[in-house]
T-cell receptor, first 111, second 116 residues
């Protein structure tokens, strides 16, 4: 079983739609949680960290449920420029920020 | 300020040859990581340097892979001899000393390695 599991998608949504991505992680010792974004043939870039209390950054909302070992990302009012692969990433306790990646969920926003 | 830079951006080599990938982290970043993404799979950790020391090399596939970070600045990842299954995109990332509170890892654009 993979340590970080994501639905690979693709999610095809129209502009303006709200879309939610889910992620589960298997290691209960996971310490930090992130969503990264990766555009085609580009490097991953940090989108946002995920905190237990939930956090929001503009149109993006991230939630963490430690009990269920579940992370989510909600994108409201989707833009064409949101089209990318969204990577769920965790680090392990004491892992010196060694990032453990999910395989990513592909989002395609169309006009 | 320059980001993480990797060289070359692409490399096509024959099976059995040697290839050396280079990564220049962001200046002042103690932590340097190598990751790899093979076709259709998730990005996987290879190893982690803190300055010039290998902190964790648990992700290195086998002894055909050798990473160095002499002087704690740039790093090289050598594959010798290369096999077909080594094909993929090799990413380097760097971050500040996490004890300073910054844990964000910045990635280079990757080296796309194709072994034929």
């Amino acid at each position: 079983r993979k340590e970080v599991e994501q639905d690979p998608g693709p999610f095809n949504v129209p502009e303006g739609a709200t879309v939610a991505f889910n992620c589960t992680y298997s290691n209960s010792a996971s310490q930090s949680f992130f969503w990264y974004r990766q555009d085609c043939r580009k490097e991953p870039k940090l989108l946002m960290s995920v905190y237990s209390s939930g956090n929001e950054d503009g149109r993006f909302t991230a939630q963490l449920n430690r009990a269920s070992q579940y992370i989510s990302l909600l994108i409201r009012d989707s833009k064409l420029s949101d089209s990318a692969t969204y990577l769920c990433v965790v680090t392990r306790s004491g892992g010196y920020n060694k990032l453990i990646f999910g395989a990513g969920t592909r989002l395609a926003v169309h006009p | 300020e320059a980001g993480v830079t990797q060289f070359p951006s692409h490399s096509v080599i024959e099976k059995g040859q040697t290839v050396t990938l280079r990564c220049d982290p962001i200046s002042g970043h103690d932590n340097l990581y190598w990751y790899r993404r093979v076709m259709g799979k998730e990005i996987k950790f290879l190893l982690h340097f803190v300055k010039e020391s290998k902190q964790d090399e648990s992700g290195m596939p086998n002894n055909r892979f050798l990473a160095e970070r002499t002087g704690g600045t740039y790093s090289t990842l050598k594959v010798q001899p290369a096999e077909l299954e080594d094909s993929g995109v090799y990413f380097c990332a760097s971050s500040q000393d996490y004890r300073n509170g910054s844990t964000e890892a910045f990635f280079g654009q990757g080296t796309r390695l194709t072994v034929v």
